[in-house]
C-alpha cells in the first residue's frame, strides 16, 4: 500500500504542477483525482490524467492541454517503467525486473484484473517460498559465549 500510495502521489504531484503552470482551473482538485485514480494501477492515473487533460482543453485551449498530454504520458511512463518497479520492489523487497514481469504476466493473462492482484500474488508467492526454504529466519541474536571463554580465567601481575 505503501509503495502505491508515493507511486499516486508521485503522478499527482507531477500532474498537478503542469497544471498549475499551465494556469488550469481545478488544478488541486484534479491533482486530487489523479492520486486517487493512482491507485489502480494501469489504467488508473491515465483515466485521471485525460480528464485533467479535457479540462485544460475546455479552459485554456488546445495548446495547453497538449503540454498536459505529454507531461501525463511522460508521468506515466515514469511510473511504469522506473517508479513502480523501484518502489515496489524496495517496499516488498521483490527485485524490480520481477515485479515489471509479475505486471506484464499478469495483465496479458487476466486483463485489468490480473494487473490488480500481480504484484500481491508474487509478494505473497516469495513470502511463501522464503518461509519454506529458511531465507525468512531472522538470526539467532542469543548467542552465548563460547565455553572456552567463560572457563578462562584472566590473571593479572602487578608490576
Known sequence: MRGTALIALTDALIIGLA????????????????????????????????LAVVVALVFNGPVPALVVLVVLVG???????????????????IHGLVILLALAAGTTLAGLVGALLAVPLTAVGWSIVKTWTGRDDPPDTSAEPPEDAANTEVSVKPQ
Open 75 to 93: 508521468a506515466n511512463q515514469l511510473e511504469h517503467h522506473v517508479l513502480q518497479p523501484l518502489l515496489m520492489g524496495k517496499v516488498l523487497r
Open 19 to 50: 497544471l498549475a503552470i499551465m494556469d488550469v482551473p481545478l488544478a488541486l482538485p484534479l491533482a486530487l483525482f489523479v492520486f486517487i485514480g493512482g491507485f489502480i494501477p494501469i489504467v488508473g492515473a491515465t483515466a485521471a490524467g485525460t
